[in-house]
């Protein structure tokens, strides 16, 4: 399909030239009456450059008061390395064109709200639960598994409103770390532009942290049991991981003995793409980098971009800048998302319909999934476009308890995850994959789960500097629930 902002029916003008008087004689008076019929052409879309968003409406910006420093940093910032490499961001986009087919599954999983001052030890927990999840898709899935963390760029955070209130003062909302602090005093609150610079500096340790672990051993299959030995025998989850990691252990002992060495490349490291929403424009803008060899642009502050749910808007800056970066992208589809918007959508962000290029991540809520996402779904299908379709569980399911806690309740995460995949089986599509905000710790920020825990709970371990994350106990136990699922389909008598 086109859509209209890109074909508008044209009526050639009929000529004015008078034919010659034998020309009048061979051709048929009623053809020479009869108006040209009218011609589609397509109208080239808008020239785009980096900073082409900036004559859009940028929804969700801060306001900087000074704007000499703003400048002053995006230059600063136009002259740093990249982040990421455009081979890494086609290397991605092949492995989410195998999850738009089904031959393989994504795992996105990370922070809601990263912190500057997370430790090497924190980062470590979290790509360790990260890799457990995906073993146990993988065992249980039997496919590629696609890590994607959020890591290493994410900074920045809608929010709902633009001032927050306690005791009667109103300061500007905490917008994430590149943009002002969480501390609820007016010095911490004023945007400063300087913490883009700090935001770049983090996000470049923080990806040669996660390159080191991923490629330099820790993410060897062959210490699957290992990424275990600290939590396994507390938990029924844990004993469950544990049983599996002795199977694959199993296995990969079976592969040493037929003589093919269970050491190889393939075996002993992994690939952990990072990924953030691309909120903060300037940011996004000044780290754009031109391909020499393709001529393609790619946002080289993260391998992978989604615009969210509130600025999603079709004519608006978020959607202008992914539209011409060549990084592959996602987009947030909450329940208000209609199948003419989406498939919009797909013409701006995708209209070359590449497979990998545009994940769909979809968060609806629990009660909201079954009866929103099929025309979605059917919308797709019936124009033929290749999406991957992902599922965030987490943001549609959040409410604030009695005593003010913000928290999310796993049997809610999960009922919504179980209808992602009905609905899919339903319509006959391929569910690409899982999103999430998670932790490595054993935070106390969402109720239920193994470890069960309530809203009494919360106040022990709430770290969070935004939303509530699942701790790695409840991760682990979503992974095993889609696991089964996974198998099921397999084995073609999926039911939820």
Request: charged share 20%; glycine share 8%.
């Amino acid at each position: 399909m086109i859509s209209p902002a890109f074909s508008t029916p044209v009526a050639l003008p009929s000529s004015t030239r008078k034919l010659p008087s034998s020309a009048c004689r061979r051709v048929p008076s009623a053809v020479l009456q009869e108006p040209a019929p009218p011609v589609a052409v397509p109208i080239t879309p808008p020239l785009w450059t980096p900073s082409s968003w900036r004559t859009k409406r940028a929804l969700q910006q801060p306001v900087y008061p000074d704007l000499e420093a703003l400048q002053r940093v995006e230059r600063q910032l136009h002259n740093q390395p990249s982040l990421v490499a455009s081979g890494e961001m086609q290397a991605l986009e092949q492995q989410l064109a195998a999850a738009c087919t089904g031959d393989a599954f994504v795992l996105q999983g990370g922070d809601c709200a990263e912190s500057f001052d997370e430790s090497a030890h924190g980062l470590k927990s979290t790509l360790a639960a990260l890799f457990k999840m995906a073993v146990v898709l993988m065992w249980g899935g039997k496919k590629h598994v696609v890590k994607i963390g959020r890591l290493a760029g994410q900074y920045g955070k809608p929010r709902s409103n633009d001032f927050e209130t306690r005791d009667g003062v109103s300061l500007p909302s905490y917008r994430g770390e590149n943009i002002n602090a969480a501390a609820f005093t007016e010095e911490a609150r004023i945007p400063d532009p300087n913490r883009m610079m700090r935001a770049y500096h983090t996000s470049a340790a923080t990806s040669n942290l996660v390159r080191a672990f991923a490629g330099g051993g820790y993410g060897d299959l062959t210490r699957v049991k290992e990424w275990g030995m600290d939590w396994s025998l507390t938990t029924s989850r844990g004993r469950q991981y544990m049983a599996t990691a002795e199977r694959i252990s199993e296995a990969l002992s079976f592969i040493d003995t037929c003589g093919l060495s269970s050491k190889q490349p393939i075996m002993t490291s992994t690939e952990v793409y990072t990924s953030h929403e691309a909120i903060l424009l300037p940011y996004e803008q000044a780290l754009v980098r031109q391909d020499p060899f393709t001529d393609n642009f790619y946002a080289c502050s993260g391998h992978f971009l989604w615009i969210g749910e509130r600025t999603r808007g079709i004519d608006d800056a978020h959607v202008e800048f992914a539209r011409g970066i060549s990084n592959p992208i996602g987009v947030k589809a909450g329940p208000t998302m209609k199948p003419e918007e989406l498939l919009r959508l797909c013409d701006v962000l995708n209209p070359n319909n590449t497979p990998g290029r545009l994940t769909v991540i979809i968060r609806m809520g629990a009660d909201n999934i079954l009866q929103n996402l099929p025309p979605l779904i059917r919308a797709v299908q019936r124009e033929g476009r290749n999406v991957v379709w992902v599922t965030d569980s987490m943001h549609g399911n959040t409410f604030k308890t009695e005593s003010g806690y913000k928290t999310r309740s796993w049997n809610r995460i999960m009922a919504e995850v179980k209808g992602f995949f009905t609905v899919h089986a339903a319509e006959g599509s391929i569910p690409g994959g899982l999103h999430f905000e998670m932790t490595g710790k054993e935070v106390t920020e969402c109720v239920g789960g193994t470890l069960q825990v309530k809203s009494e709970h919360l106040p022990q371990r709430y770290e969070s500097l935004c939303d509530p994350r699942l701790n790695q106990s409840q991760s682990l136990e979503m992974a095993f629930e889609v696991a089964e699922i996974l198998r099921s389909m397999r084995d073609a008598d999926y039911n939820v």
